[in-house]
């Protein structure tokens, strides 16, 4: 096992990256909270963890409670967490109380938010099931839920207690879930690490095929780098903003598509892809670094065009001004300068934005 510390003063917690879920109880018993938790999680991942995660729990000397919420993007909402508020009320759980997320991203921010604002904030604990989850979502301290017209539109920067991540878990995710991670770890590559790209390109095959040394060497880096950026910028001021680097256009994407044709991973790919491209148009990065870009997604088996969808742009536009990054009436782009830097651009023309998202579609 790996750990990775969030040094956020008194908000600090650990990341265990290769931890063991029949030792969950007794990492989570060293923490000293209350002895009441709710498990938040999905019908496929509970078949799989749920009874190991509450048998650990229980060994500890935990009373363990579960809301299970449908799977999808869809279910990350104002309803979800309603129900997880009423199970909290009838189960008993206060301030003292935890709501451990047990699965990917939509669990972990849903599950996430209803922490965060039950009681005005009880204990979080992220126990992600997915790669994505593991390299992104559950650390930094970003919770939320989505409106019809905006992803993560309402939401709150909330720290967990402690991220638990068990490698095996991946063992069952399938392969284009995979996938859809890989986009993450991707990202972090382009825009904090040269030597991680590189060993990407170079370990890929080894990546997919789930090499248990390969991936912890991965997960933690992107860990640690996105540990790093949120130890200097806890909520979003200037530098965490990078980390959106490929989701401008991806959050669009999943917005006009009603969360139906691509997963947030294949989304970011794509919203990657349309950076660089602007990039080139602005003429802020070599076109190698597209091309070294298209490659490695291509390898990895996530899009770099848009296929079957016909894009209205007044209704992308729409989404892309309701982007969160969006200051002054102003669409901000993370843009590449080279492998492993990129910075913040909101002077991109719309004749440049409206070209290149066309150009991203066959």
């Known amino acids: ?19 063991d879920l029949a030792k969950l109880g007794s990492a989570m018993s060293a923490l000293g909270l209350g002895k009441k938790i709710m498990i938040v999680t999905n019908p496929k991942v509970g078949h799989w963890y749920l009874p190991p995660v509450e048998q650990s729990l229980k060994k500890a000397g935990f009373s363990v409670y579960c ?23 009838q189960y008993g759980l206060d301030r003292g109380g935890t709501i451990l997320a047990l699965g990917g991203g939509v669990i972990g921010d849903l599950a996430g938010f209803a922490a965060a604002t039950f009681m005005r904030g009880i204990n979080l604990v992220q126990v992600p099931t997915t790669l994505l989850a593991q390299v992104d979502s559950s650390v930094g301290g970003k919770v939320g839920i989505n ?41 972090y590559g382009i825009i904090y690490d040269t030597s991680l790209f590189t060993y990407l ?50 959050h669009a994407l999943e917005g006009i598509t009603r969360y139906q044709k691509y997963k947030h991973g294949e989304a970011v790919a794509l919203g990657m892809v349309g950076a660089v491209k602007i990039a080139e148009s602005l003429e802020l990065v ?40 969006v200051l002054a009436g102003k669409i901000r782009f993370v843009l590449p300068v080279r492998i492993g830097q990129v910075k913040i651009v909101d002077t991109v023309p719309l004749p440049i934005i409206k070209e290149i998202v066309k150009s991203l579609s066959k």
């Open 286 to 325: 070599d076109s190698s670094v597209g091309d070294r870009l298209r490659a490695l997604l291509t390898k990895a088996g996530l899009p770099v065009v848009i296929k079957n969808i016909k894009i209205s742009w007044a209704n992308f536009l729409r989404f892309m001004q309701h982007d969160k990054k």
């Open 67 to 89: 809301t299970v919420i449908p799977d999808g993007e869809r279910y990350k909402s104002q309803e979800s967490a309603n129900n997880i508020y009423a199970k909290c009320l």
């Open 147 to 187: 409106l019809p017209d905006g992803k993560n539109m309402v939401g709150a920067f909330y720290q967990p207690k402690l991220v638990y991540a068990d490698l095996k878990t991946l063992r069952t995710l399938p392969s284009k879930e995979f996938a859809h991670g890989l986009a993450e770890v991707i990202k």
């Open 201 to 250: 390109e170079k370990n890929m095959g080894k990546l997919k095929k789930l090499d248990e040394a390969v991936l912890q060497k991965v997960i933690s880096r992107c860990c640690a780098i996105k540990a790093e950026v949120v130890t200097l910028d806890e909520k979003e001021h200037n530098l965490r903003a990078i980390l959106n680097f490929g989701h401008t256009i991806g």
């Open 1 to 19: 096992m790996k750990t990775v510390k969030v040094n956020l003063k008194e908000r600090s917690y650990k990341i265990a990256v290769g931890a």
